[in-house]
């Protein structure tokens, strides 16, 4: 268990289907972050957790969007009612840092690739 | 979206050669990074550098930044196939948000 593990790898949902996606962070890392990437583009920040707080989710697109990280280490990003636009990878990632530091060097895992027909 | 500018945004070069990518942002930053990503694959940090640094190194990796023209390069030296991926900057901004701020990216192909 040396980095980010991130499952499914693969996911395909009926447009309107409840999806969940799991990130298992690098043990002790204290920060957790949620990505959004789009095909030929960069990511896009979603949320941020430090530990089992979120003190950031000013990037989730709607209220569709729901992430958690209830105690503190795996994670799991939800997406109600799905839509053809959600369709894209979703990286987690993971650091050790906190406060000053914290995103200093992430750690991503391999992502999720979502598909919503 | 608050993305930056990379370019060029492909470049294809031969083994050995060097390979300069270029990023702009658009706001104040704490310090910028640069990432690669292989096909299908997460993103990998490659070297950080902080706003009151000009330039800085690492193995075959040279980062520049100009905080007054609010861009950075990133040079890749004697370049071999096992670059090939795609490179992206990140922005921190000031605030602590936790957030990062990637660029659109560079793809880059190292033709053996």
């Known amino acids: 268990g040396a980095g980010v593990s991130q499952s499914p790898r693969y996911k395909v949902a009926k447009r309107g289907q409840d999806v969940a996606l799991r990130c298992d962070p690098i043990s002790g890392h204290v920060s957790l972050f949620w990505y959004q990437q789009a095909l030929g583009q960069g990511p896009e920040f979603l949320t941020y957790?430090?530990?089992?707080?979120?003190?950031?989710k000013s990037g989730l697109p709607s209220d569709r969007f729901f992430a958690e990280r209830p105690e503190g280490s795996v994670s799991t990003l939800k997406i109600q009612r799905t839509q053809q636009e959600d369709s894209a990878v979703y990286l987690c990632a993971s650091s050790p840092g906190q406060g000053a530091r914290v995103n200093e060097k992430l750690f991503f895992g391999s992502g999720t690739q979502l598909s919503v027909l | 979206s608050q993305q930056g500018e990379e370019d060029p945004q492909a470049l294809s070069i031969q083994e050995g050669e060097n390979a300069t990518m270029n990023c702009s942002y658009k706001?104040?930053?704490?310090?910028l990074q640069w990432y690669r990503q292989n096909s299908g694959r997460g993103l990998v940090h490659l070297i950080l550098?902080?706003?009151?640094?000009r330039e800085k190194h690492s193995g075959r990796l040279r980062v520049t930044l100009d905080t007054s023209k609010k861009s950075s390069s990133l040079l890749i030296t004697a370049s071999r196939a096992a670059d090939t991926a795609s490179y992206f900057c990140?922005?921190?901004?000031?605030?602590?948000?936790?957030?990062?701020?990637f660029g659109q990216g560079t793809t880059l192909q190292v033709k053996p």
């Open positions: 550098i902080r706003s009151n640094e």
């Open positions: 990140a922005t921190v901004p000031p605030g602590n948000t936790g957030k990062l701020i």
């Open positions: 706001t104040s930053i704490n310090n």
């Open positions: 957790f430090q530990n089992e707080a979120q003190l950031d």
